[in-house]
């Protein structure tokens, strides 16, 4: 079973509130990252944990938090959503061993 | 950091004639080349990659081309059929390893096959 789920598949955020995005992947791979994607733009890479060492990407280290508490969970934290968060999250997971990254369906993130 | 560009944005091509999606990359360190199929509503799926061992792979009707003297490298879809219109990313990262694993993505294509 090579599935990524993520939860919710659609999300709804006022300004200002948090946010909190889920994913999880019974391959036990060590390896979870978190992408955004915006509309006519690539998927950008936020952050990914490595067993249960998290790597944030520099211009993005500030805007989100992630925690692991198991191998096969991961979550995506936005502690005080703008309007500038409404995007598609995408969850991912590998196995340090291969190169393949296998992805969830996604989360649409609205914040209004 | 690393960066792809992916050409064409939208490709439109009669049912049974080939497409091919052109890429490239600006770190030379980068050896690892995915390509993701996303339909609408679904996950992106890897459905070919290449190492940079190799310059030519193919996976039935997928080709994918390496070239690392010009850092360039492309997916062409043979014998195009309706189920193949869908979004098309490319990508390209250092490989394996904790701080090395993480992919590039190129905008994507969008490709429509016609009947």
């Known amino acids: 079973d090579t599935t990524v789920k993520q939860n919710p598949r659609y999300k709804l955020a006022r300004v200002g509130k948090p946010v909190n995005l889920i994913c999880s992947q019974t391959?036990?791979?060590?390896?979870m990252y978190w992408y955004q994607k915006k509309p006519n733009q690539a998927p950008k890479l936020l952050l990914f944990?490595?067993?249960?060492?998290?790597?944030r990407e520099a211009d993005t280290f500030e805007k989100f938090q992630s925690s692991r508490p198991n191998n096969s969970f991961c979550s995506l934290y936005i502690g005080s959503a703008g309007l500038e968060y409404s995007a598609m999250y995408l969850c991912a997971s590998s196995d340090i061993n291969q190169d393949t990254q296998y992805f969830g369906p996604g989360t649409r993130l609205l914040v209004l | 950091g690393e960066q792809v560009e992916q050409l064409p944005s939208i490709l439109r091509v009669q049912e049974g004639s080939s497409a091919s999606i052109n890429c490239s990359y600006e770190d030379s360190a980068s050896n690892y080349f995915p390509w993701y199929k996303q339909e609408p509503g679904e996950n992106p799926k890897l459905i070919i990659d290449?190492?940079?061992?190799?310059e030519r792979k193919q996976i039935q009707e997928l080709i994918v081309l390496l070239d690392k003297k010009a850092k360039r490298f492309s997916l062409h879809i043979t014998d195009t059929q309706p189920g193949d219109s869908a979004m098309y990313f490319c990508a390209a990262s250092e490989g394996t390893g904790a701080n090395t694993g993480k992919l590039t993505f190129g905008h994507g294509t969008i490709l429509r096959v016609h009947p």
């Open positions: 391959m036990n791979h060590d390896t």
């Open positions: 290449i190492r940079s061992n190799m």
């Open positions: 944990y490595y067993d249960k060492i998290l790597n």
